[in-house]
């Protein structure tokens, strides 16, 4: 198997190629082109490389990689980027791809990591001389089977009750709710200046993470959404206590799945209300009666809401490719003696 390197910005004169590979391995909506090519172009430092695998003149895999710590590279893996961006046609052996690619990367790297990959997209390869797997983290799916009343049914008393007193609490006091859904590329940019409003009033902001318009995280949504709404394949939610917005949700979705990738809420709503669930209700709710698509997916950590949302969860895992067995087995011994002397020191 043969790679060819280019640099990852010029990633937009092989859209074609790339796309084309999208829609033949069956991938994630996540790993599309109209996804990934602004995520290089906010976040790339320009050492970021497209790395290029063809069979039979047609692309067999294809990947944005980087360099990470001395002697290793890894898939490039920006925090607004839930998956790996690496792709491969069905049926490949994974570990023969990194092999090649391994050989191909300039600076002769010891180690190439393939990040966040999703079981279900990828199952997990068993661990080898070479190549060894690890867990990245627990995240939950909602399927949208049946009838949104049975699956509201099954969800525990505690979330129906409370959720039931928020909405009686809130008409009592005279306020409307309201869900309201865009799609139109048109409104992407508004979509994020209100998001960025609602995130950069709380805690992330004093965090430095918070999403602002003008920054490389709002231009990254706002360009990833306009570029998907084109095809119907971008949604934001936002929802009102009367006129007032008090939580959205960034979405994008392909035939059969709708993936949440942001969420952010109003901080200085009273603490008992939780404008987010009431929202969620609601979107899963239209989702069921849709009927359109099969699931929901988070991808992110699990937290306690996801667990009273769902029981659907799985683990998400990492890569790793050596050069050498010896590599591996020096990798192992090292890690097994850090967790021996974390264990002691507790």
């Not at 690619?101 to 199952?123: E, H, I, K, S, Y």
């Not at 709708?258 to 209300?273: C, G, H, N």
Request: glycine letters at 6%; a neutral charge; proline letters at 5%.
């Amino acid at each position: 198997m043969k790679w060819t390197l280019q640099p990852a910005a010029g990633l937009p004169g092989f859209a074609r190629q790339w796309d084309q590979l999208h829609r033949s391995s069956g991938a994630s909506l996540l790993l599309a082109h109209d996804f990934v090519a602004p995520l290089v172009d906010a976040f790339g430092s320009g050492r970021e490389l497209l790395a290029i695998c063809e069979r039979d003149g047609a692309p067999a895999a294809m990947a944005i990689v980087t360099p990470s710590r001395r002697g290793s590279w890894a898939t490039f893996q920006p925090a607004q980027a839930p998956l790996g961006l690496w792709l491969q046609q069905p049926g490949l052996d994974l570990e023969a791809l990194l092999a090649s690619l391994v050989r191909a990367l300039p600076g002769f790297p010891l180690v190439f990591g393939l990040t966040q990959v999703d079981p279900a997209l990828m199952p997990r390869p068993p661990d080898s001389a070479q190549l060894s797997t690890l867990d990245y983290i627990d995240t939950a799916k909602v399927t949208l089977a049946g009838a949104f009343d049975d699956y509201w049914q099954a969800r525990g008393k505690n979330l129906r009750s409370n959720l039931k007193k928020q909405r009686a609490k809130l008409d009592k006091d005279g306020v409307a709710l309201a869900l309201r859904v865009s799609r139109d590329p048109a409104d992407m940019a508004q979509a994020i200046a209100d998001y960025a409003r609602l995130e950069s009033s709380g805690w992330k902001e004093g965090c430095g993470t918070a999403v602002h318009a003008d920054d490389a995280q709002g231009r990254y949504y706002r360009a990833m959404l306009e570029a998907l709404c084109r095809r119907g394949a971008g949604r934001v939610y936002r929802y009102f206590f009367d006129e007032r917005l008090v939580a959205m949700d960034l979405c994008v979705e392909d035939d059969s799945t709708i993936v949440v990738l942001k969420t952010a809420y109003d901080e200085s709503v009273p603490k008992q209300f939780s404008p987010t669930l009431l929202m969620r209700e609601e979107a899963t709710r239209a989702l069921f009666d849709e009927g359109r698509l099969g699931r929901i997916e988070f991808y992110g950590r699990v937290m306690e809401w996801h667990l009273r949302w769902t029981d659907e969860v799985r683990t998400m895992y990492h890569v790793n490719y050596y050069r050498w067995p010896g590599l591996r087995r020096l990798h192992a011994m090292l890690e097994s003696r850090a967790r021996s002397r974390q264990a002691t020191e507790a």
